[in-house]
């Protein structure tokens, strides 16, 4: 099982709204990502947590504030967002040892809209 | 800079036929390579990986070279069938470096039936 979910698959919110991105998985990984994807272009990575603590955080704005309550959740908690953050919010995961532990699994997305 | 380059924005193929796509990457401290296929609005979908010590994978209807000395690979998808139409991202990892995946800009491929 490579399964990855998101929830919700779409999000309109106003730019004094607080919505909050879930992210789970059942593969035992003990990495997981979020990343933002444009249109046309690749996804671009904003936080990684290695065994439920932040390991990376790519300069991301702090109106968006990353979480993981435990190995298999992800969230991702959003506050006065501008009309640019609007994009595919991505969420993925992977091992942290073992012989594959570069493949990332990314989940279908959550197309946020901030009006 | 551009680590990893994905020079043809698009490729189209006839069903049936051989989809050969490439990427070229100049950071020799890359040890894994990884190929996705996304959908339109949807996430990317992990199809096939290599690592720098091999030289070649395969997995069904796709098979990935790696030519180390060239800093290029490819992707090669027969038979190509028309449910393969998507954009498809090369990505590379240097495992030393926060195993962060470096991504090219993607080669949207359309398969005609």
């Known amino acids: 099982d490579t399964e990855v979910t998101q929830t919700p698959k779409h999000l309109v919110m106003g730019m004094t709204n607080k919505k909050s991105l879930k992210c789970e998985q059942h593969m035992g990984h003990r990495a997981m990502y979020w990343y933002k994807q444009k249109a046309k272009k690749p996804p671009e990575l904003m936080f990684v947590?290695?065994?439920?603590?932040?390991?990376i955080n790519e300069s991301v704005p702090s109106r968006f504030s990353p979480e993981c309550p435990n190995s298999s959740l992800l969230n991702l908690h959003l506050h006065a967002l501008q009309p640019e953050d609007s994009a595919l919010y991505l969420c993925?995961?992977?091992?942290?040892?073992?012989?594959?532990?570069?493949?990332?699994?990314f989940g279908p997305g959550t197309r946020l809209t901030v009006t | 800079d551009q680590q990893v380059k994905q020079n043809s924005p698009s490729l189209s193929v006839q069903e049936g036929r051989i989809s050969i796509l490439n990427c070229d990457y100049t950071n020799s401290m890359f040890d894994y390579f990884l190929w996705y296929k996304k959908y339109p609005a949807e996430g990317p979908t992990f199809l096939i990986s290599i690592s720098s010590i091999k030289d070649k994978n395969e997995d069904g209807r796709f098979t990935v070279f790696l030519n180390k000395s060239a800093k290029h690979l490819s992707l090669h998808i027969v038979p190509s069938q028309p449910g393969d139409s998507a954009v498809y991202f090369c990505?590379?990892?240097?495992?030393?470096?926060?195993?962060?995946?470096?991504w090219g800009l993607g080669t949207s491929l359309a398969v005609n039936p």
């Open positions: 947590y290695s065994y439920e603590k932040l390991s």
């Open positions: 993925a995961s992977s091992q942290l040892g073992g012989a594959k532990f570069y493949e990332q699994y």
């Open positions: 990505a590379a990892m240097n495992a030393g470096n926060n195993r962060k995946l470096i």
